[in-house]
Each structure stands twice: as C-alpha cells, then as structure tokens.
C-alpha cells in the first residue's frame, strides 16, 4: 500500500510538468491551429538563460522570472517573425516550420551552451521526499513547489480567458478571426499573445524539469513526447483536457515504471496514444459539436 | 454618412464590383437587391476591408476609409454583420453581446448597451450563458445584429439577415430594423436576396447586376416597377 501511495504521488508530480507542457501545446493549437513542435526546444532555451542566470550568482528566483519572461518574449518573437507566415498556409507548412525551429533551437542551444551536458539547476527546495515516521515517500518540497507553481500559471490563464476582455478578444480571435477583427479586436496581436502566453506555460515546465535530470540540449524531448501525448489524449482545443491528460499519463506512466519496470514507461506512452487515437481520435474531451465554417 | 465611390473589386480575373456608386444616409436603410452572384456580399465586404478594393473610395463622413482594416473601421463605428456567421458559435450569447462592446471607451453605456439588447431580443435574455451554437437560426441572427449594435455603431452593413429564416421571424427583424433607424443617428445598408421584404422597409434601393448598379431609386418606385422586378428582383 505504501508503495502504492508512493507511486502515485510521484506520478501526480511528473503528470503537473507534463500537463503544463500539453497546455502550452493547446493554447497555440487553440490560437492558431498549429501544433508546436519546437516546443521542447524553446523550454530548452529558456532553462539554459535561467541556468546561465544562476552561474552569474543571481538567486533561484531571479533564474525563475528569467525562464517565463524570456518564454514569453521567445514565444513572442518566434510567432510574429516566423510562425505568422504559415499560420493561413496549409497545415504540413506549419508541421514543418516547427520541426525545422526545433532542429534550429536545439543547434543553437548546443553552439552557445555545448552539447555534453551539464549538472542539474539547483533550486531553494530540497528534491528529498517527505519523511513520514520511518517512510520517505517519492514527494517532497520541490513536488510540493512545482504543483503549486503549474496550479498557479493554470489559475492565472484561465482567470485571464473567462473574466477579462483580453481573453474574451482572444477566444474570439482563435474561433472566428473573421467576427473578431469585425468587432475591431487585433487579431495578429492575440495570436501573438497567444503563443508568448503558452511559452510561459512550456518555459514552467522546463525549469522544472531542470532540477531532476542533467541538462543538455535535447533534455526536454522526453517530457516533450509524453505532454504531447497528454495534450492529444485530451484532445488538442481543450485546456482542462491537457490538465487531466497530463496528470493522467504522469500517473499511468508512474505505475508502469513502478510495477512493470522503467525501460516499460515509452512504449507505455506510444501505446496509450496510439489506443487513443484509435478509439476516440479527437481526444478524450473534445466537445462533439458542429461547428459552422 | 458611408458613401461609395466607383468601387472595383477583383476575386483574382473575376470582376465582382466594377465602378459601384452608392451613397447611405443616416436615419435611412438603403437596400442592395440582385441575383445571386450580383456583388452584393462583395460590395459589403469591400466596405469594410476584409476585401481589398482595387479602385475606387470609400467615404465615411467624408473620410477616405477604403484601405482601413476591418478592426480599425469597426472601432470607427462600422458594424459589419456578415452572411449567415455574425456570431462566435463557441462563446456564449452574453460574451457574443460583451464582444461587440470590448472596444467601446465607455464602460457604462457599453453596459448598458448590453442589457438593451436583451430587452430588445427577449429570448436573447432566457440563454445569456448557453453558447451560441444552441440558438435557432432567427436567435443567431438577432445575436448577431445584437452584437452589432452594442457597439452603438453608425453604420449597419447586414449581409442577408434574413437567410435560412421562417418568414415570420424574417418580418420581425425586418421590423426591428425599421424601428432602429426611427430611434437613432444610424445608416443603414441591407443586402438582400428576399427583395420583397427588403423593399417593405427600405427607403432607398439599389439594383445590382453583374458587379454594376443597374438602378437606384426609392424603395416603393422599385416595388412598383414590374419589369424591373421581374428582371432582376424575381417577384
């Protein structure tokens, strides 16, 4: 029984990373129906400006805002530069674009940071599990930071989304960008809020990653794929779908390794895509509704 | 007032508007009548900017608005409520209405604006939070002139309100229409296949054919004219 427990919380601490990843992919899919595949590749650089921060001496916190804000800012530029002039192509374009930005990122990051890797960030909290009399279960201050930290960009996003007229203009915008713009709403500027907003969410993951594995530039493709496959078992337009995918294959994940065996883990999450996709292939919630084109 | 100078429009070779000319008064609906295919929706959408004019100008109150972009004409006071899909089918009624009203400066009319509409569209009131994609086809599209006129627009382009409708819901929005140009400083361009119950409340009425205006003349002589009708108007 306490291994069970054991398991499950560390499964519900990797399922907050890998939801935060499948919520950035969502908002982009929402916004301009592009599946991001550089993704991984743009969490990579901002861990490495994060880590680049710490090795000047500046503290934890510092590195931290240093990840979203230059997420943000990544996200930002990597739309209105590069993305936008796919976004009304036809969709392999934008397949493409994106691998081609991440194959870019990952060269890049390997020129200014080198390719062998590197310690792990530290951070403020320990990455010990709890001690509960004799037992230490696999969850401890930094789980107990990294659940807070995605339930707080989650809270915020989903705060500006329903109650504010920016997040009403975007929501217009990501469905109907011809009713948005005749309602005077500037629709290229949400769609690049859009994108810096879900690299906010893709940058938490990374750093919070970080801590746990050595970091080198290919370090996110592992929670990459597995966000990926959360965000697609939820199904793509849903930002709770991700949520719940991402917390559900973190667990699912957990108790394969737990009880199956680690090397079980990757195909575990290809056979639950591929299931999926099978059986319910517009995600577990998408909303059936006609939609008028 | 929205006045039309000479306006050409291409769809790559096609022609779709070739040299229209048409002036829209305040206080009155002006209605644009023809045969599918006759530029209508085009000279609408033109107006507005979501297509780009090859020649000609657009004028409001004396401005040259023909290369504006629709998000900037809007916030102008154009509203412009296109054919069949004037509302955002994923939100909600309510924040279909709160669209129309996210750019006005005035917080409190824009409020107030709001609930205006549901007085004015009762059933509009009993589904504020479904989303609209439940709502009837006559429900939409007073959604859709809602959101419109939360706006506190100016100018009213209505691209086919009445497509897809039962006739008695058609005479209620014609009605409505009617009633709004009475009550405010509005100009009014109406695009209509139904030419008989655009004429029942049109003051004015331009004929086009083929990108061209053939006539324009006030409402009741059009209604009158049988040849024309025959012609051009089909009833």
Redesign the interface.
Known sequence: MSKFIDITLTGFSAGMVYSAVALALVLIWRATRVVNFAQGGMAMITTYIAVTVIDRGYGYWWAFAAALLSGLVLGAVLERVIVRRVESAPPLNAVVVTLGLLVLLTAVGGLIWGNSSRPSVPTPFSLAGYTFGKTTVGFGRFDTFLVLAVLAVMVLLVALFRFTGLGLAMRASAYSQEVARLVGVRVGRMLTLGWALAAIAGSLAGILVAPRVPLSPNFMDGPNIIGFTAAVVGSLDSPPGAVVGGVGIGLALSYVSGYLGADFALPATLGILIVVLMIRPEGLFSRAQARVV | MLAVHELTTNYGAVCALDGVSIEVPVGQITAVLGANGAGKTSLLRTI?G?VRARSGRVLLDGDDVTHV????L??RGV????E????????TVE?NL???G??RKDRTDAARALREMYELFPPLAERRSRSA?TLSGGERQMLAIG?ALV?RPRVLLLDEPSLGLAPKITAQIMSLLRDLVAGQQLAVLLVEQNARSALSIADQGVVLGLGKVITTRAAADLASDVALRHAYLGF
């Open positions: 507005s979501l972009r629709p998000e900037d809007a916030r509203a412009h409520v296109p069949g899909r004037g509302v955002v089918a994923e939100l924040e709160r669209l129309g996210l750019f994609h959101r706006a």
